[in-house]
């Protein structure tokens, strides 16, 4: 009994001693190597409160912190607007920040294994693949003119509208004529969005967009997984739309792969088709179209044409993924950033004659050109000298860019310019919304649109660093698609600006975003549009 007590006794002070040693060792390499953390001004729950305004309210945090934290539940959140840490994450140190498993988790449905969602040997696969497209001629002579023929379009559905009194929404315009063209260029056929001439490209369309904005909810709602595991809510509405969005997707692409294996002849190819799917009729008018073409020159046809003698072996998952990617790239992001600039041209009509009478002198157009064949005579020079224009788009897009919000998951602990310590699984998200609105950034004016800030005294554009002017990404991520967005978006705007004037209908109406993915104009924009 003694000996027991005893022993007891001697095991709880060697317990007790040996507890105090590792609490002792433990505080003395915290005082060696003590974390230095930016400050905490808030939490996750805040964002998801000030969810319809959550881009001002990382903007006034910014305003107060160069680099902040917002407390989560799970795990460690950094937000930035010092360019010197959004370099480093994206430059310096890029191979230890990437999408990491909270972005491909919570983007999974829509964006799959695509470009955007995915690091390593799958990132730089696409990577080089998307490098080689976009520097091809056969693609940029393909695309151009599909933008013209696609602003030419535009215009005349525009001044359809104008001539019968008719008020629109000139953001749904854009949505719809960006979807035609990009997905032409993706896909090798418009859906006809803007004629409403295709119920199901319409529905695809819509399922597309309400998908985007459901995927955006999960990054402020803390619950999404037990949402989505129970099938209500949110979660509920984006698996119906995710359903639809593949079905139509997986159909094109099947026919297409039995229309390139069967040199597209109609009758070989409807006889794979399934009668009973509504897709049927749309499928076919796209092969009947399609057999008029030798060359397909469309994304998917050359990912088809170089797999068609092995078929079978075509992970249509995967090209699935690619595919759409390239589409949110190219559809939400210009269209978006297009109806901003005609809502900033419109408040300030100054730049929006500057831009007309530098349309009209690099143009040259004839006296009574009509849309089509002013859109045919731009040409890639013109566009190139069209700085003013160039400039004004991208004032746009300091103060609105297409991608507000990003972010990197930190792979390995480190220390961020500054001495702040991130963790391995920290989030560092930095804040291009925020940082085009920052006085320390862009001078005491930066709240005022100026296009003339990017001209130098000879009229010429000039660029900012990518780590200050974010709107692209920067570093071995920079967006492949940047020219070709601004090609896009030139050609759109020098054909409306040269055929129409736009003014506000209400100058005291308040304009606001809707918090999605890409930043987009909340319930649309309606101008006064007049024919010049």
């Known amino acids: 009994m003694g000996f027991s007590a005893g022993f007891v006794s001697v095991s709880i002070s ?40 959550l881009h001002d309210y990382h903007t006034e945090l910014a305003r107060r912190h160069k680099n902040y934290r917002l407390l989560s539940p799970f795990g460690r959140q950094l937000y930035t607007s010092d360019p010197a840490v959004v370099e480093y994450i994206l430059k310096t140190n890029f191979s230890n920040y990437g999408k990491g498993s909270y972005n491909y988790e919570n983007t999974l449905e829509l964006l799959g294994d695509g470009i955007f969602a995915v690091d390593g040997d799958k990132w730089r696969h696409q990577r080089k693949l998307a490098s080689f497209n976009f520097s091809t001629k056969a693609l940029r002579d393909f695309s151009g003119a599909i933008f013209k023929n696609s602003a030419s379009k535009l215009a005349d559905t525009i001044s359809s509208l104008t001539n019968s009194n008719q008020m629109f929404d000139i953001q749904d315009l854009l949505m719809k004529s960006t979807m035609d063209s990009t997905f032409k260029i993706a896909f090798g056929f418009e859906l006809n969005c803007l004629d409403g001439s295709s119920r199901n490209g319409s529905e695809f369309a819509k399922a597309f967009d309400a998908s985007n904005e459901w995927i955006l909810l999960r990054f402020v709602n803390a619950f999404w997984k037990i949402m989505r595991f129970l099938n209500v809510g949110s979660e509920a509405a984006l698996k ?37 799917t509504k ?39 995967y090209l699935r993924d690619i595919i759409l990617n390239f589409v949110i790239a190219g559809k939400d992001t210009t269209a978006g950033t297009l109806a901003w600039f005609f809502f900033l ?32 005579n731009i040409r890639d020079e013109s566009l190139n000298n069209l700085h003013y224009l160039h400039a ?29 310590n991130v963790s391995k699984g920290d989030i560092v998200f930095y804040q291009p919304y925020a940082m085009g609105r920052m006085e320390y950034l862009w001078g005491e004016d930066a709240g005022i649109f100026r296009p003339e800030r990017w001209l130098d005294d000879e009229g010429v554009f000039q660029s900012e660093s990518p780590y200050k002017f974010v709107a692209f990404q920067a570093g071995p ?7 070709f967005a601004y090609r896009l978006m030139k050609i759109y ?5 040269y055929f129409f004037q736009f003014k506000l209908r209400d100058e005291q109406k308040d304009v606001h975003y809707k918090t999605m993915t890409t930043l987009q104009i909340d319930k649309g924009l309606f101008l006064e549009v007049l024919s010049r």
Request: aromatic content about 8%; some cysteine.
């Open 14 to 53: 060697v317990v007790a001693a040996v507890g105090f040693l590792l609490l002792a060792a433990v505080a003395l390499l915290a005082s060696k190597k003590r974390r230095q953390d930016p400050p905490v001004v808030g939490t996750i729950f805040h964002q998801f409160l000030n969810f319809q305004r």
């Open 240 to 276: 119906k739309h995710i359903k639809v969005v593949d079905e139509f997707v997986y159909n094109v692409m099947d026919i297409r792969l039995k229309q390139i294996t069967n040199q597209g002849n109609i009758e070989t190819v409807s006889g794979h088709l399934n009668t009973t």
């Open 279 to 317: 897709y049927s009729e749309l499928i076919l008018i796209t092969i009947f179209c399609q057999r008029t073409q030798d060359k397909k020159d469309d994304i998917l046809s050359k990912f088809l044409e170089e797999s068609k003698n092995n078929p079978d072996k075509i992970d249509m998952r």
């Open 345 to 376: 041209i419109s408040k300030n009509p100054s730049v929006q004659e500057k831009i007309y009478q530098e349309v009209k002198r690099v143009i040259e157009p004839n006296e009574c050109v009509d849309f089509a064949e002013f859109s045919r």
């Open 392 to 420: 004004t788009l991208t004032e746009t897009l300091r103060f609105f860019p297409a991608v507000p919000l990003d972010n990197k998951v930190c792979f390995s602990d480190d220390v961020l310019p500054g001495g702040y």
């Open 477 to 483: 991520r920079i967006c492949l698609g940047k020219e």
């Open 493 to 497: 705007a020098a054909v409306l600006v």
